[in-house]
Each structure stands twice: as C-alpha cells, then as structure tokens.
C-alpha cells in the first residue's frame, strides 16, 4: 500500500495568515491526489483533486500544487472558517489511502 | 441535491455482524462509483470499500478483507456494508461516500453522509 505522510501535524495559526500544509507519497502518484477538510463533529469536504484542481464552490484561497510524491496544499488568507483538520487522499492504486491528517486550530 | 442517508449502526458484540445501509437520491447511482470510509473515535480516515457503479467489481482494505462486503442495489439507490467478525478495532464513524466519477475515475469522495457509529465491544 502507498503511505501518506503530512506535515506538520498540527499547528496554530491567525487569521489572514498564509498557510501551507505538506503531503508526501511513499511512491510517484502522478497527480492522483486529493484534498479534504474535515471540522469537528462534520463529515469531511472535498477541497481539491488532481492535486490542484479546485472542487466546485470551493473558496478560491484554497490551491495545491505538486505531483509524484510532493503535494502541498496552501490557504492564501486563513479565514475563521478554515480552522479544521485536512487530509491528503492519494487515488492512484488501491487501496486508496489517507495522510494522518493535519490540524490548523487558532493561535 | 445529493443526499446520502446511512443507517445500521450500534453496539455490536466482538465477532457478531452487522449491515450499514445508505439510501442515496439527487443523481444518478448506478453512474458512480460509491464507498465507505471510516473514523474511529478522535482519529484519522481510513478507506474500506468501493464498489464500481454497475456493481460488478470491488475493492477492500487489507484491514477488512474477507469480512466485510460492500454492495448496492441499483434499482433502490441503496448501498450496503455487510460487516461480519467485528472487531474492536472495527470501532468507527462509518461514511457512505460518492465518487467523482467511475472507474478509472473513482478514488475522489465528492459527497459524503452524515455517518453511522458502530461500536464493538461487549
């Protein structure tokens, strides 16, 4: 199975900051990777695909970028309502597989 | 508007079965591949199953394979998660999940339900 790593883990942030989140494959996946934002007690979002593909009414702050095994994902201007976990999906082989998942909560 | 409603989850017995069930309306069920995801109590996603939109082909995690079957039944926009020797670890938020697309397309998780908590202990 590929392996999904993320970082940081966690960490605190302010609003209007600049944020970047890392994610990075055991193995080259191509461009077969997906974002999700997940608030607590909420299922989680699709945010974006094909690493940087944007999902449909997703805030326009929100990008990715990268591909093989280097993904980031990065919120331009952190708003209130971005303080969530996110995770990193790679859909390039089964089984499909989640980062640990890392945790923006506010400074 | 998607809509994914599961149902099925509770308390269950280590080594007991149970079915999770998700009614799902507002598209086209048998155009897209559906799954289900898990999160166990203040932890991360996992993925469990995905079966393809004509139900013909599935995939499982190592974690669940060989006790657990996903299937749907297209004529009632239903998918099903057969879960049989439950185990602790089985403990979870279960998400009923659509994909993007199909086949080559599946893997992306544009809709997700409310989810079903299966507790296993006895």
């Known amino acids: 199975a590929i392996r999904m790593t993320q970082s940081p883990s966690s960490f605190s942030a302010s609003t209007g900051d600049r944020v970047t989140i890392t994610c990075r494959a055991s193995?080259?996946?191509?461009?077969?990777l997906a974002w999700y934002q997940q608030k607590p007690g909420k299922a989680p979002k699709l945010l974006l695909y094909a690493a940087s593909t944007l999902q449909s009414r997703v805030p326009s702050r929100f990008s990715g970028s990268g591909s093989g095994t280097d993904f980031t994902l990065t919120i331009s201007c952190l708003q209130s309502e971005d303080f969530a976990a996110y995770y990193c999906q790679q859909y390039y082989s089964y089984p499909f597989t989640f980062g640990p998942g890392t945790k923006v909560d506010v400074k | 508007e998607v809509q994914l409603l599961e149902s099925g989850g509770g308390l269950v017995q280590p080594g007991g079965s149970q079915r999770l069930s998700c009614a799902a309306s507002?598209?086209?069920?048998?155009?897209?591949?559906m799954s289900w995801v898990r999160q166990a109590p203040g932890k991360g996603l996992e993925w469990v199953s995905t079966?393809?939109?004509?139900?013909?082909?599935?995939n499982y995690a190592d974690s669940v394979e060989g006790r657990f079957i996903i299937s749907r039944d297209n004529s009632q926009n239903t998918l099903y998660l057969q879960m049989n020797s439950l185990r602790a670890e089985d403990t979870a938020e279960y998400y009923c999940?659509?994909?993007?697309?199909?086949?080559?397309?599946?893997?992306?998780?544009?809709?997700w339900g409310q989810g079903t908590l299966v507790t296993v202990s006895s």
């Open positions: 079966i393809r939109g004509s139900g013909g082909t599935t």
């Open positions: 193995q080259g996946i191509s461009s077969y």
């Open positions: 999940v659509k994909d993007v697309g199909d086949g080559a397309l599946a893997g992306r998780f544009d809709y």
């Open positions: 507002g598209f086209t069920f048998t155009n897209y591949a």
